[in-house]
Structures are given as structure tokens and as C-alpha cells.
């Protein structure tokens, strides 16, 4: 493992995007240090992550939990950089998902700071960016209103997370420098069994258990772009001090009901596909027509309105998957 300040952290190494972040980052030539929960699983993890990556040397695991102060200290012992990604998706039972969020994410910031680490990227969400105002696309100005009725507990968790890491960051002027990535409906190839939430949504469509696809749509972005992203944040300080939104375009389906053989009550198994809407482009901020034979998913950050700073170009490359 490299020294002197030439180690990037990933918190949450088990989950989904870490793993895709923690690839990019070996195949950059970076040492990682990854944290679990659970050091059992460090051999699995290891694995599933060596069938995407090479330079698996430069990899180690620590014991860090989000509720808990011991484990990061060490952590962050030799860090430049950290990617916080580690956050609660499902409930736990027991466990109060809001708090262990923020709290989480504030106790890795305060050991961040006090080990000198440069710079953090934390994984938020574009739930956490919801404008209220539907005749226009969101971008990185807008902030959702935790107050709103109806706002679920993953969308406060993920919104009050990334609030306490823009307080932290005006409290603490001379570093770390923080940005934050803000991604839509993650989608893109596994890593071993490694799956995600929003990945359980397709598959519940592919298998059939899915009786009948609602009327529903997502801002797509691709796991591997998604990981592109935080590394160009993080390689970059002119990238830091900003929200991050990624996502490409809205893709939607129209109501599908349960579909009946022969006239009797028997519900099909295989679920019906629907063609997409028009949706708005994030990237574009114009209508772009999506059917269901070219959906496109482009990996994309939104530009907004807003200043960008000028001479921060971030390397993503335009991405179209077609069947």
C-alpha cells in the first residue's frame, strides 16, 4: 500500500458504486483503501471486485461503521482523497436511517479533517435536488424541501446528509475541500452478485415478478459513467465546491396492466414492456423524444444555467445503448 498521502478512501466498499469507483481507481494506478462494516465479507468483496479490475495489490480493507467512532482514525491514516459513499439505502431494523446518514456522514468528515485529508466527493442523489416546479428541469441551484409533505425517508436521509457536508464545509474554510455528486436511477453491469435497489426494479421486470409495469420513469445514469464522474471530481480541484448532477435522459413507460389468458382471472407472469414518453434531457434541458427500440441512457452531468467554473471539463463520455 502506498504512503505519504497517495491513499484514496472509499467508504461503503461493499456496496454497488464503490465497487465500480474502487475498479476506476485501480485501473488509474491509485492505492484504495476501502471501508466495510463487516471485515467478513472482505474476502467476497475482494473478489467480486478482481473480476473488473487489475492491480488488486493496491487494494485493502478497514473495518469502519457509519454509527460508530471506532475504525476512522485508521482509516483515514495516509488519505488525499475520499469518495463517501456509504449510506443507507433500506432500513434496517433497529436502525434509524436519517440519523445514520447524517451522523455518518459528519463523523467521517470530522476525521477526515483532523487526518488533513485534501479532498472528499460524497455520493448524494438527485432525490436530494427536486426544484417543486415541473415545467422545468431541476439542476444543482435546487434543493428539496424536507418539509414537503409526502418526501420519503431515503430523500430526506440523502438531502440532510448532503446539507450537514455543505455546513461542515463552511465551518471548516481551510479544508477539506468538499463536492458532492448527485446521481439519478443507477443502472450498468454488476460486479459478482453486487446489486443495487434500482437494479431490483429491472429485474423484477425481466423476471416476471413484476406483474405489471406502473406508470413510472427515471433519469438514468450509468453505474461505470457514474464512477468516471467521481473520479474526475476528485482528480480535479475545480471540481470541488460544486453539486454534481448526473443523469441523463428522463426515460418513462405508460401504464401496463395485468394481462389475462384465455378470458379467465389468471395473471400472466411475464411482465409487459411499454414504450417510453417524451421526457426531458437533463443534459439538453430541451424534450427529447425516447421510444422503447432506442432508449437512450448518455452519461451526462446536467448543465444548469448557472456559472460553471470555466477551465473544469469533466471527461465523460457520451454513452448510447441501443438493443
Given at each position: ?245 448526473a443523469s441523463a435522459d428522463f426515460c418513462g413507460s405508460q401504464m401496463s396492466p395485468p394481462s389475462y389468458a384465455n378470458g379467465s382471472a389468471r395473471r400472466r407472469r411475464k411482465s409487459r414492456r411499454a414504450p417510453c414518453r417524451i ?45
Open positions: 500500500m502506498a504512503n505519504d498521502k497517495d491513499v484514496t478512501l472509499v467508504t461503503g466498499g461493499s456496496g454497488y458504486v464503490a465497487g465500480w469507483i474502487i475498479a476506476r481507481l485501480l485501473g488509474e494506478g491509485s492505492a484504495v483503501r476501502a471501508t466495510l462494516r463487516d471485515m467478513a465479507r472482505a474476502d467476497a468483496v475482494r473478489a467480486d471486485i478482481a473480476s473488473v479490475a487489475r492491480d488488486m495489490a493496491l487494494l485493502e480493507f478497514v473495518a469502519a461503521d457509519l454509527l460508530a467512532d471506532g475504525g476512522w482514525e485508521a482509516a483515514m491514516q495516509g488519505v488525499r482523497r475520499v469518495a463517501h459513499v456509504a449510506s443507507p439505502v433500506m432500513a434496517r431494523r433497529g436502525v434509524d436511517t436519517i440519523a445514520t446518514a447524517v451522523d455518518g456522514t459528519q463523523r467521517m468528515l470530522r476525521a477526515a479533517a483532523r487526518a488533513g485529508v485534501e479532498r472528499i466527493v460524497l455520493t448524494s442523489s438527485a432525490a436530494a435536488a427536486r426544484s417543486g416546479d415541473l415545467s422545468r428541469p431541476a439542476d444543482e441551484t435546487d434543493w428539496t424541501d424536507v418539509k414537503a409533505p409526502g418526501v420519503d425517508t431515503y430523500t430526506l436521509s440523502k438531502t440532510l446528509a448532503e446539507r450537514a457536508a455543505w455546513d461542515f464545509a463552511s465551518a471548516h474554510p481551510d479544508g477539506p475541500q468538499i463536492a458532492t455528486v448527485l446521481p439519478g436511477f443507477v443502472q450498468g453491469p454488476l460486479i459478482g452478485r453486487n446489486a443495487s435497489e434500482s437494479l431490483g426494479v429491472v429485474g423484477q421486470m425481466l423476471t416476471g415478478k413484476m406483474p405489471a409495469v406502473p406508470r413510472l420513469g427515471f433519469s438514468m445514469i450509468d453505474v461505470c459513467d457514474l464512477a468516471d464522474l467521481h473520479l474526475s471530481v476528485l482528480n480535479d480541484p475545480k471540481g470541488m465546491g460544486e453539486r454534481w448532477i421526457g426531458w434531457s437533463a443534459s439538453s434541458h430541451s424534450p427529447t423524444p425516447i421510444c422503447d427500440r432506442c432508449c437512450p441512457i448518455s452519461a451526462n452531468v446536467a448543465r444548469s444555467p448557472r456559472r460553471r467554473p470555466a477551465a473544469f471539463l469533466i471527461g465523460i463520455r457520451e454513452r448510447h445503448v441501443r438493443p
